[in-house]
């Protein structure tokens, strides 16, 4: 007996063992369309990714906050009780004075307000917060590849941008470098390397 796709929705003709009649989503296998309520709590509903292949290097000037530009991924959730992953990639490195407490850690920008989403926990009253240390590599003319995952959940549809944001804790001067070395000279022992962020809204 042909399996058929009745215009009630029902599909019949299911051998014994086979999908019990209705179990089958007519608009699925009509136009392969599948919606945030079909695919259930912990689906993927939409994956973007920001690159950034170009170098890139700010001074630090005290204990200021910079954002890195041309490096962020913006988001509008189906839902505001989805979740949103959070992987970041960067090719990062820091110039030799005061790079023992220059941090980065991911921000998320919901209507005009940045939200620090990978801090540490305070410990004592001296110390910074980040989510990740940069310093140098063990050659100046090579950089970190530093990778962080992190669930948020922002709790609104938004728009929701994600980006990175980093500053010099001690107040030294140092200077954040992506995608490039310390030690940048035009040589074949000096890479330029790519930087990325990748969002992708979860199901609740």
Known sequence: MPIVINGSGTVTGLSVGGLPDGTVDT??????????????????LQVLQDTHTAQYGQGTSG???YTITDLSQAITLSSASN??????????????????????????ST????????????VGSNRGRGARNTGRAYHDHQNLSDELTWLDTP?????????????????????????????????????TCVSSITVTEIAA
């Open 63 to 65: 204990t200021t906050t």
């Open 27 to 44: 608009d699925t296998l009509a136009n392969g369309a599948v919606t945030a309520a079909k695919k259930g709590a912990g689906s993927v």
């Open 155 to 191: 709790g609104s549809v938004g728009p929701h941008t994600y980006n990175i944001q980093f500053k010099d804790h001690n107040g030294d001067g140092s200077s954040f470098y992506l995608n490039r070395a310390a030690n940048d000279g035009d040589t074949a022992d000096r890479c």
């Open 83 to 108: 979740k949103v992953l959070v992987q970041v990639s960067l090719a990062n490195a820091a110039s030799d004075s005061g790079y023992i407490s220059l941090v980065w850690w991911i921000n998320r």
């Open 111 to 122: 209507g005009g307000s940045d939200n620090a989403l990978t801090l540490g926990d305070q």
